[in-house]
Every structure is written in structure tokens, then in C-alpha cells.
């Protein structure tokens, strides 16, 4: 099983991005699929989830600019950011949670700075 996200970049303060995940080679579907962050010298936290029935969480300091959601058909999962913030940047990893573990995606740079 594969998770391959996408989508992140550079982007100026208040600006938007959308990232992507979508795992490949698995005959499973995913219970609760969702984001991490990872700051330089902060631990990882994180941002957003959802399960496959569409209930969602997020981290606090997100609530409001950021969206997930996912296909299940195609087991992939997306994150809207909008109104993006420097304390934004960091490396984003977006991971999938089945009955047969957790696998995770390599992980995309968002860089918020003017």
C-alpha cells in the first residue's frame, strides 16, 4: 500500500493551497483517513481527519481555514487551506487508518512566507 501526496508549495500569507493523497495498492478501504504537520523542531500534530462515514476533526489553531475531505471511491483524501498563516509551514503528511494498520504518505513542504 502506497500514499502519495501532492499539492504542496510556496504561498504567501492568506493565499491558498489544496493538498492530495491517494493511496494505491490496497484491496481495503481506509476507516479514517487525514493530515499531519510537522514544524522544524516541533512534533508532529494533527491537523484534520476524517472517516469514511464523513465525520471530520481538526486541530484548533486550523478550525475555520482548513477542509478535509476525501473519495472514497478512489481512496484519496484532500485538505483545503485558505487564509494561510506562516505558522502554517511545515511539512505536511497525510496517512490512511485501516483494520490492518496505519500506513503514511511521504510527506509535502508547505511553505507560507511573504
Known amino acids: 500500500v502506497q500514499l502519495q501526496a501532492s499539492g504542496g508549495g510556496l504561498v504567501q500569507p492568506g493565499g491558498s493551497l489544496r493538498l492530495s493523497c491517494a493511496a494505491s495498492?490496497?484491496?481495503?478501504?481506509?476507516?479514517?483517513m487525514g493530515w499531519y504537520r510537522q514544524a522544524p523542531e516541533k512534533q508532529r500534530e494533527l491537523v484534520a481527519r476524517?472517516?469514511?462515514?464523513?465525520?471530520?476533526n481538526y486541530a484548533d489553531s486550523v478550525k475555520g481555514r482548513f477542509t478535509v475531505s476525501r473519495d472514497n471511491a478512489k481512496n484519496t483524501v484532500y485538505l483545503q487551506m485558505n487564509s494561510l498563516k506562516p505558522e502554517d509551514t511545515a511539512i505536511y503528511y497525510c496517512?490512511?487508518?485501516?483494520?490492518?494498520?496505519?500506513?503514511w504518505g511521504q510527506g509535502t513542504l508547505v511553505t507560507v512566507s511573504s
Open positions: 496517512y490512511g487508518a485501516s483494520f490492518r494498520g496505519t500506513y
Open positions: 495498492g490496497s484491496t481495503f478501504s481506509f476507516s479514517a
Open positions: 476524517i472517516t469514511s462515514g464523513g465525520s471530520t
